[in-house]
T-cell receptor, first 113, second 111 residues
């Protein structure tokens, strides 16, 4: 079935370090891909998305490229800040089940000053 | 637009009590869903709806009921609360394969 696998956390980085959070997926057809972020005590909110192969989603310095050949959608940021500390979820949306969204398990990021 | 709203924000129940978590959206989205999030875990889908009058089970539906009489509202009912249902509950809505919008969550404790 459709699934999303993302790297386990927590990930701990110093401020200004480079961030990569790996995400791979399995899906039939051509899913849309998303990264959501959850700050402490809040609901999830969209960080970025890509709807077709080779699209690059970007927002707030974060980027991810839809790689169909490797079924991946890795999240990257060149220089993290303390305010980026949050839980990051990779997700896909498929036609089955009325465009059900499949979430990864989430990766917690801690950024130290 | 208010987006997705949920009430209450916090709730404490005793084992065996019933209650309804309210969810409403003002974006005219067809797809709505309920998730629970336990500490240190990801989201688990409880129930979802692809339109008014249509609901279906997610991966953890036992102990919960839903209905969808209007496009805007998607309440979640706990029939007989159990300590295992202590969790944070999120309602979400979207249109097609597009972005999912989440409510702020309801923090439920069952004693």
């Amino acid at each position: 079935g459709d699934s999303v696998t993302q790297m386990e956390g927590p990930v701990t980085l110093s401020e200004e370090a480079f961030l990569t959070i790996n995400c791979t997926y399995t899906a039939t057809g051509y899913p849309s891909l998303f990264w959501y972020v959850q700050y402490p005590g809040e609901g999830l909110q969209l960080l970025l998305k890509a709807t077709k192969a080779d699209d690059k989603g970007s927002n707030k310095g974060f980027e991810a490229t839809y790689r169909k050949e490797t079924t991946s959608f890795h999240l990257e940021k060149g220089s993290v800040q303390v305010s980026d500390s949050a839980v990051y979820f990779c997700a896909l949306s498929v036609v089955t089940g009325g465009f059900k969204t499949i979430f990864g398990a989430g990766t917690r990021l801690f950024v130290k000053a | 637009n208010a987006g997705v709203t949920q009430t209450p924000k916090f709730q404490v129940l005793k084992t065996g009590q019933s209650m309804t978590l309210q969810c409403a959206q003002d974006m005219n989205h067809e797809y709505m869903s309920w998730y629970r999030q336990d500490p240190g875990m990801g989201l688990r889908l409880i129930h979802y709806s692809v339109g008014a009058g249509i609901t279906d089970q997610g991966e953890v539906p036992n102990g919960y009921n839903v209905s969808r009489s209007t496009t805007e509202d998607f309440p979640l009912r706990l029939l007989s609360a159990a300590p295992s249902q202590t969790s944070v509950y999120f309602c979400a809505s979207k249109q097609g394969a597009d972005t999912q919008y989440f409510g702020p969550g309801t923090r439920l404790t069952v004693l």
